[in-house]
Nanobody, 127 residues
Framework: QVQLVESGGGLVQAGGSLRLSCAAS????????MGWFRQAPGKEREFVAA????????NYADSVKGRFAISIDNAKNTVYLQMNSLKPEDTAVYHC????????????????????WGQGTQVTVSS
């Protein structure tokens, strides 16, 4: 089992920045590909960003490309999501997710591909 705990959410004005963290505990964290998803009120959960366990490959939703950056620190068992130039439409609960991966280069952007999920952290962007 892997437990994931997100932190770093909060209230920020449009144009501002936040950095989310997702700390993993439990089984060995290395060789877990990671992802971030978000769910806005009244909407389905959507993909935001993903990273291979090596950190060498990443993928982003079109809506966040150029503004968000995902990174991984296996020594700290933590994945990050740096969010810049935030917009009101980025308001959502952000969840991190993990899955075992035997390939150092693969990332995953579908919810069903992930085994473990965090409880989420609220991000609110005011206009």
């Amino acid at each position: 089992q892997v437990q994931l705990v997100e932190s770093g959410g909060g209230l920020v004005q449009a144009g501002g920045s936040l950095r989310l963290s997702c700390a993993a505990s439990g089984r060995t964290f290395s060789r877990y590909a990671m992802g971030w998803f978000r769910q806005a009120p009244g909407k389905e959960r959507e993909f935001v960003a993903a990273i291979s366990w090596s950190g060498g490959n990443t993928n982003y939703a079109d809506s966040v490309k150029g503004r968000f950056a995902i990174s991984i620190d296996n020594a700290k068992n933590t994945v990050y999501l740096q969010m810049n130039s935030l917009k009101p439409e980025d308001t959502a609960v952000y969840h991190c997710a993990a899955r075992r991966s035997y390939s150092s280069s693969l990332y995953f952007d579908l919810e069903d591909e992930y085994e473990y999920w965090g409880q989420g952290t609220q991000v609110t962007v005011s206009s």
